[in-house]
């Protein structure tokens, strides 16, 4: 099995760098990435203590995935076979930026007719509340008067930084792009650093004509490949993209978006209910050609 797409502690993940290499191990992976948001101290780590290396047997491409916007939406672009200490990544107060985000829904969600608690913050040290979508979320629903504006605006804690966040659509629209490199800045940076940049799951940004959106950031930027195998994906739209990926000439990767607890329902290696299954054949064109650690 690979999975080029898994998450620690160092960014929204549960596992520590150790404990997921451990579970690559138990669950006999033949090669994966670390790709935690905007960071790469994963791999700090491993240089620090190279024991924990020791605890997978497998290849382990260097990797990270790197928050940007296209057309005012904010997505992500994973970055592989990185110079991790080359690599650049604008730096912002996450705290600052997403208690900023906090307040938004705050207001927006009174002027809706939410009851909402004064008192809502984010906490960097707990994982689960790092970010103001679930901080918010999770906040709203003790209240039983909120139950008929969560269902008619489909409020959804796992979707919600897709669906309202993200989307220009929602009142809960919030434009990142002050918080971030724009996408040609986030994959000059993957290339100066010896990586390949690729579209991290392009179906799920809430965009109008998602496939035609694709289509775009392949024509537009320098972007290298994109994300085919994805649990979130409905078998068509791997097909789809996979196509698209021919089409235009870019590579194709895949992986489980693992988080341990913190997204419990999604496996290391095989996603949701064994829905993902990523062959080496898919990567077989540039597996090869990226740094390892």
Sequence with gaps: MIDLHLHTNHS????????????????????????????????????????????????????????????????EVLGYGLDYKKLKIKKFNLEDVQNDILKHFIKVGRDIGLKVSDTLKVDLSNPLKQYANPVFYDDIIKYKENEGIIKKFNFNRTTFYRDHQSNKESPFYYNTAKCYDDINTVIQNIH??????????????????????????????EIDGAECIYPLFSKEQMETIMNLCKKHNKYMSGGSDYHAENKPETAIGTGINNNIAVQKELIKDWVNKVRKF
């Design 192 to 221: 100066s650093a010896g990586g390949l940049a690729f579209l991290a799951h392009g179906f799920i940004y809430p965009y109008k004509d998602k496939e035609k959106t694709i289509e775009k950031i392949f024509e537009t930027t």
């Design 12 to 75: 929204d993940g549960a596992d520590t760098v150790e404990k997921l290499l451990e579970n690559a191990e138990k669950n006999k992976l033949e090669i994966i990435s670390i790709t935690d948001h905007d960071s790469i101290d994963a791999y700090i780590e491993l240089e620090n203590n190279l024991e924990i290396r020791k605890k997978y047997s497998g290849e382990l491409i260097i990797g990270a995935e790197i928050n940007t916007t296209f057309d005012d939406v904010n997505i």
